[in-house]
């Protein structure tokens, strides 16, 4: 399984363009990446999902190099509520679909007026 | 809507007292999975269904059990809670048919005296 790497924090202030990077040199080449939100006592929730360039919703864009060994993850223009932990997670689907996530220890973003 | 929900949000018990963690889903998804989250640290996979297929992580505590009586349920056993048990337990489901989003619940926090 590939092994991620992030920042452990982040600061930002609010209307700002916030890019959290993460770094997966052993990626397969049937990993996706997929970042996950998290909020205090809260289950994750999905935020976006690629594979390889970029990928755009209306949350979040994902920026994937040629070499897939990272990805960037950028939130347009931050509010209070964007503070939260974020999960960049590799993983692709064994024969039977199961797609196993392994958390790395994410970057908890703090968005400051 | 709720999707994935779990029962109850906080739970209670005392050391070596058996307790089971509950979780639902409406979305008719094939893989169900259980993680720990202590505090401060990211989730940890415990196990997952595929359908009835039950699949457990190699470190996984043999006192962490689970049971799937069918596709909407899905029980987390503890069969003699330490108080090392004190996490947040989330359940999550998936399609499972392609390379899809972890739709995770809210979270039972499981205090242990």
């Known amino acids: 399984l590939a092994k991620t790497t992030q920042p452990i924090s982040m600061d930002s202030y609010e209307g700002q363009e916030v890019n959290i990077t993460c770094s997966h040199n052993?990626?397969?080449?049937?990993?996706?990446i997929t970042w996950y939100q998290q909020f205090p006592s809260q289950g994750p929730r999905f935020i976006i999902q690629?594979?390889?360039t970029k990928v755009t919703n209306e949350v979040a864009s994902l920026f994937i190099p040629a070499d897939r060994k990272s990805s960037t993850l950028s939130l347009p223009r931050v509010s209070l509520s964007d503070t939260a932990v974020y999960y960049c997670?590799?993983?692709?689907?064994?024969?039977?679909?199961?797609?196993?996530?392994?958390f790395g220890t994410g970057t908890r973003l703090l968005v400051s007026p | 809507d709720a999707m994935v929900i779990q029962n109850p949000r906080y739970q209670v018990t005392q050391f070596g007292k058996p307790v089971t963690l509950s979780c639902s889903q409406t979305?008719?998804?094939?893989?169900m999975y259980w993680y720990q989250q202590k505090s401060s640290q990211a989730p940890k996979l415990l196990f997952h269904?595929?359908?009835?297929?039950?699949?457990n992580e190699a470190d996984t505590p043999d006192n962490f059990q689970s049971r799937r009586p069918n596709t909407s349920f899905c029980f987390l056993d503890i069969r003699s809670p330490g108080l090392g048990d004190a996490a947040m337990y989330l359940c999550?489901?998936?399609?499972?048919?392609?390379?899809?989003?972890?739709?995770f619940g809210p979270g039972t926090r499981l205090t242990v005296l």
């Open positions: 999550a489901t998936s399609s499972g048919d392609s390379t899809d989003t972890q739709y």
């Open positions: 052993n990626i397969a080449t049937n990993d996706y």
């Open positions: 690629g594979y390889k």
């Open positions: 997670l590799v993983g692709g689907n064994s024969d039977t679909g199961f797609q196993k996530l392994v």
């Open positions: 979305l008719n998804h094939n893989v």
């Open positions: 269904y595929y359908d009835k297929d039950f699949n």
